[in-house]
């Protein structure tokens, strides 16, 4: 026990605690009577002492540890998961305060808002709360996700946000790292992992089926999390984004006339066939309706005022991506053609159309 305390770094009085609650309790004794640990032990007690580093608490980790469907591979891609919040929250704060250093290195004013920025977490931290007014399911986006699940009955939800597009028929896990979005989730909701779709904590081939809706741009790295998905499913689903066409952020006047920003927010995205490919998969356009429930980015393409309502915009995340500068710039500029009747000169056309193609492709693999 003494040598298994100084290699792990902790107290043999903690050691002695963990065994007398039944965290961790060495499996053999030596031939003076001594407790020894085996391999499958120290394996165990690796385990709760990062879920303990990680600020879990005793009962969450003898929870977590003793999940019979985890294995040590599926403990360790959760704590990597776990991780990787973590450094990206420290990235943000750093990035934070650089800004506000920035800003008074300047000698300008910092605002409340500026000095309480540095305590949000990741973008979905920052934008999460905005969501339940403007991120709903949209039922004819649903229907062309849900009929790409087919006949699956186990569905792996990755990226999950507050579970929109999460189908009530079949039996859900979702999967979502900020603790923002988890707690909006509805009561009753599937059950949700606090982990990243670059280290999916399940056995290969553990669901029918795995979807991701709106969500691989705000990947890490989107090519690794597809082909977790893909680890783990037999099938997969993903509501994502074209950007092979030429000339693609014409296609909407938001990123054509006004936010040209918008090109550096996909900057290094995959392309669609690059993201198609790695999971084998084909693409189906996904119109969005003219009246669409979701507020996603490309949802008021006919309804043009709703992007000079700061609520609205909040649950975007595009506009936390190009910066206060550009989206004041592009919403003054947009509010001007409103009032000018500019806007309604250049997309007249549109008032005519139920649905439009802005780029939204389903991949079905």
């Known amino acids: 026990m003494g040598r298994v305390a100084r290699l792990a770094g902790v107290s043999v009085r903690t050691l002695h605690h963990y065994d007398e609650i039944g965290l961790v309790r060495p499996s053999g004794r030596t031939a003076a009577g001594y407790r020894a640990y085996s391999a499958g032990d120290v394996e165990r007690l690796r385990e709760v002492l990062a879920y303990r580093r990680l600020g879990f608490g005793l009962r969450e980790v003898a929870e977590l540890v003793g999940d019979p469907s985890a294995d040590a591979v599926a403990?360790?891609?959760?704590?990597?998961?776990?991780?990787?919040?973590?450094?990206?929250?420290?990235?943000?704060?750093?990035?934070?305060?650089?800004?506000?250093?920035?800003?008074?290195?300047?000698?300008?004013?910092?605002?409340?808002?500026?000095?309480?920025?540095?305590?949000?977490?990741?973008?979905?931290?920052?934008i999460g709360g905005a969501y339940p007014a403007t991120r709903r399911t949209e039922p004819r986006i649903a229907a062309q996700i849900w009929d790409a699940l087919g006949d699956a009955r186990t569905v792996l939800n990755v990226g999950?946000?507050?579970?929109?597009?999460?189908?009530?028929?079949?039996?859900?896990?979702?999967v979502e790292p900020s603790a923002v979005m988890r707690a909006q989730r509805p009561a009753g909701s599937a059950p949700c992992v606090a982990a990243t779709a670059e280290g999916l904590p399940f056995r290969d081939r553990s669901f029918d089926v795995a979807m991701a809706v709106s969500t691989v741009h705000h990947w890490a790295d989107p090519m690794a999390g597809l082909r977790e998905m893909r680890r783990v499913a037999r099938r997969v689903v993903v509501l994502t984004f074209d950007t092979d066409e030429p000339g693609w952020p014409d296609r909407f006047w938001l990123t054509r006339d006004y936010l040209p920003e918008f090109v550096g927010v996909l900057a290094g995205f995959p392309s669609l066939a690059g993201m198609a490919e790695a999971i084998g998969a084909r693409a189906a356009p996904v119109p969005v309706p003219w009246d669409c429930a979701d507020g996603l980015f490309e949802a008021y393409w006919r309804r043009p005022e709703a992007y000079l309502e700061d609520h609205v915009r909040r649950a975007m995340s595009v506009w936390t991506r190009v910066g206060p500068e550009a989206e004041q710039r592009a919403v003054r500029s947009l509010g001007d053609d409103l009032g000018s009747g500019r806007w309604a000169e250049r997309n007249g056309d549109l008032v005519g159309l139920d649905a439009a193609d802005l780029g939204l492709r389903l991949l079905v693999a």
Do not use: C, F, N, W
């Not at 008074?104 to 004013?109: F, Q, V």
């Not at 999950?160 to 079949?170: C, I, L, N, V």
């Open 160 to 174: 999950a946000g507050t579970g929109s597009y999460e189908p009530a028929d079949r039996v859900v896990t979702a």
């Open 75 to 126: 403990h360790l891609r959760r704590l990597r998961g776990l991780l990787l919040e973590r450094r990206d929250r420290a990235d943000a704060m750093v990035a934070a305060i650089d800004r506000e250093l920035g800003t008074r290195a300047k000698g300008m004013r910092v605002t409340p808002e500026e000095q309480l920025e540095m305590l949000g977490a990741r973008l979905y931290d920052e």
